[in-house]
C-alpha cells in the first residue's frame, strides 16, 4: 500500500514539474460549456485490491482477496483508458479496464468443498489467476455548468467479462476430508451486461481553477444483481490538459448460480486527461 501511495505521488509531482503553464480560466471555462465539439482521453494507472467470490464447476466456493502489492508483483498485462465528448450540454464518455494477473498466492479460511465448510483450524493456501475486461459507455447530461463546477447525470451500461484460474491445497487438521481433495484446481469464467445510472462532475479548490476535486458514483443491475462504482480525489488543469489523482471502489454483486459470485476492485489511480 505504501509503495503504491508513494510511486503514485511521485509521478503525480514529477509530471507537474515538467509539464507547460497551467491552464487560464478561460481554458478552463471552455470545456464547462461550449456549442463547439469538445473531446478528451486520458490513459491512467491503476493498482488495486482485487476481490473475488467464485463457484467452480467442480463444487468449489472460494472467497479470495489479492492485495495491492501482490496485484502489482504479478500484473502480467493492463490496459486502462477513456474517451469523452461534450457539446453543449450533452455528452458521452467510455471507460476500458483490462487486468491480467497471474499466480497471485493467497491465505483463506472462506473456502467450502462442495455443501461442506472446512473445519476452523484448516487453512487454504492458493493460487489465484484472473483476466477481466471491464467497460463502460454512457451518454450524459450538464445539468450544472458554471465556472466553479459541473454537474452530470448520466445513462448507459456496462460489461464484465472475466476468466478465474485457482489451485489450493489444504494445511492443518484435515480430518474426515479425502486425499483427492487436499488440493486440486479448477476454472471458470463469466460475462454479464448491466445498465446504469449516475452522476458526475468537478468542483473548483482555488480562484484561478486549475486545482479541482473530481467525483464520480454510478449504480446499476442487469445480469448482476448489483453494481456499483466510486470515484474521488484531486486534480490540477493545465493547458493541454489535466492531472488527476483519485481513489477508484468498482463492486459487482452477481446473481444465485453465476459461477462469478463477486468481483470488487479497489486502490489508487493516477490519470493523465488530454483535451482538445
Not at 136 to 159: I, K, M, Q
Not at 176 to 185: F, M, V, W, Y
Amino acid at each position: 500500500m505504501k509503495r503504491s501511495m508513494i510511486v503514485a505521488a511521485a509521478t503525480f509531482g514529477a509530471w507537474m514539474a515538467i509539464s507547460p503553464a497551467r491552464a487560464d480560466a478561460q481554458a478552463v471555462d471552455s470545456w464547462q460549456l461550449s456549442d463547439s465539439w469538445r473531446f478528451g482521453a486520458s490513459i491512467y494507472g491503476y493498482l488495486p485490491t482485487i476481490g473475488v467470490k467464485t463457484q467452480l464447476p467442480n463444487g468449489v466456493t472460494s472467497d479470495v482477496s489479492v492485495p495491492i502489492d501482490q496485484t502489482l508483483n504479478h500484473l502480467k498485462m493492463g490496459f486502462f483508458g477513456a474517451a469523452e465528448a461534450q457539446k453543449g450540454r450533452w455528452g458521452a464518455f467510455t471507460d476500458v479496464l483490462y487486468l491480467n494477473v497471474g499466480a497471485a498466492p493467497s491465505k483463506t479460511h472462506d473456502f467450502n468443498l462442495g455443501n461442506g465448510s472446512l473445519p476452523t483450524d484448516v487453512s487454504v493456501h492458493t493460487n489465484f489467476g484472473l483476466e477481466t475486461t471491464i467497460w463502460t459507455l454512457a451518454g450524459s447530461y450538464r445539468a450544472l455548468a458554471d465556472p466553479n463546477s459541473t454537474f452530470d447525470v448520466f445513462a448507459g451500461a456496462r460489461l464484465l467479462n472475466i476468466k478465474v484460474r485457482q489451485s489450493w491445497e489444504l494445511t492443518g487438521n484435515i480430518g474426515q476430508i479425502s486425499i483427492p481433495l487436499r488440493s486440486g484446481e479448477g476454472n471458470t469464467s463469466g460475462n454479464n451486461w448491466n445498465g446504469i445510472v449516475g452522476v458526475k462532475g468537478r468542483f473548483a479548490l482555488s480562484d484561478d481553477r486549475a486545482w479541482y476535486v473530481p467525483y464520480y458514483l454510478d449504480v446499476g443491475t442487469g445480469d448482476s444483481k448489483l453494481t456499483w462504482q466510486f470515484q474521488g480525489g484531486v486534480g490540477y488543469a493545465f493547458n493541454w490538459g489535466d492531472v488527476v489523482a483519485t481513489w477508484r471502489y468498482l463492486d459487482f454483486n452477481n446473481k444465485s448460480g453465476k459461477p462469478i459470485q463477486d468481483l470488487n476492485t479497489n486502490g489508487p489511480q493516477v490519470s493523465f486527461v488530454w483535451r482538445w
